[in-house]
C-alpha cells in the first residue's frame, strides 16, 4: 500500500512551511517546472497525495482547489537554461524562482528529493517527499499540472510530436516524429537522444 502523506513533517517547523516539488526533470523537450505551497489545513482540498498517483482528470480538479485555498509559487527554467546548466541545475533554479514567487514569505520549505535549492530561507530535503508530506504533494501536483498544460500549448504549435499526450516524454510517438520531422527549438540539446541526432560522431551528450 502506498504511504499517504501528512502534516508530521511541517509540525516540526516553527512558522509557515511550503513545500516545493518539480516536473519534467526527464523528457527530451520542454521546460522543468516547480512549485512552492503553503497550505491551510482548514481549508486544504480532501486527496491530495503524490501526483504521480492521481489521474489527470482528479490532479486537475485538485490543482484549480489549491490555487482558490493556498498560497502558491511556480518557477520554470527553459530549454535553453536546461541545456546551459544542466538538468539538476535547472530544476533547482526552478525551484528557487518558485520559493520566489510566493505571496507569503516562509518561515522554511520541505524540498523532494536530496539536494537542497538556493532559497531565502531554511531548507529541509525529503527522499520521496511527496509521499510524506501534505505540501510536498500539492507542490507536485500544481508543477505537473502547469507543466502538462505548457506542453498541451505547445503541441497546438508542434502537432506532430503529440505533447498534449506524451508531455515531451520519450514515446514512441514523440520518437518516430524526431525521424520524421527533426528537431525543434523546444527540444532539450544536452539529452542523450537528441544530441546524437545533432552531433553524430562527435562528443558525448551531457544527460
Not at 82 to 102: E, F, K, P, V, Y
Not at 120 to 147: E, H, L, N, Q, W
Request: aromatic fraction near 6%; glycine fraction near 6%; charged fraction near 25%.
Amino acid at each position: 500500500m502506498a504511504e499517504k502523506p501528512t502534516f508530521d513533517i511541517e509540525e516540526t517547523i516553527p512558522g509557515i512551511v511550503a513545500g516545493v516539488d518539480e516536473a519534467g526533470r526527464g523528457p527530451l523537450a520542454g521546460p522543468v517546472v516547480a512549485a512552492a505551497v503553503v497550505l491551510d489545513p482548514a481549508t486544504m482540498p480532501e486527496g491530495i497525495c503524490d501526483s504521480k498517483m492521481l489521474t489527470p482528470k482528479r490532479r486537475a480538479r485538485l490543482a484549480v482547489d489549491l490555487w482558490k485555498t493556498s498560497a502558491i509559487g511556480v518557477g520554470i527554467a527553459s530549454v535553453d537554461e536546461i541545456d546551459a546548466l544542466n538538468i539538476l541545475q535547472a530544476t533547482l533554479l526552478a525551484m528557487s524562482r518558485a520559493a520566489a514567487n510566493l505571496p507569503v514569505r516562509p518561515a522554511a520549505c520541505i524540498v523532494d528529493g536530496k539536494i537542497k535549492p538556493r532559497l531565502p530561507c531554511p531548507a529541509y530535503t525529503v527522499v520521496k517527499g511527496d509521499m510524506k508530506s501534505f505540501s510536498i504533494a500539492a507542490a507536485s501536483i500544481i508543477a505537473k499540472t502547469t507543466r502538462d498544460r505548457m506542453m498541451r500549448e505547445l503541441a497546438r504549435e508542434f502537432p506532430e510530436y503529440s505533447w498534449d499526450r506524451n508531455k515531451g516524454y520519450a514515446a514512441p510517438a514523440h520518437r518516430e516524429a524526431l525521424n520524421i520531422y527533426g528537431i525543434t527549438p523546444h527540444h532539450r540539446k544536452t539529452f542523450a537522444p537528441i544530441h546524437n541526432m545533432l552531433y553524430a560522431d562527435s562528443s558525448p551528450p551531457l544527460c
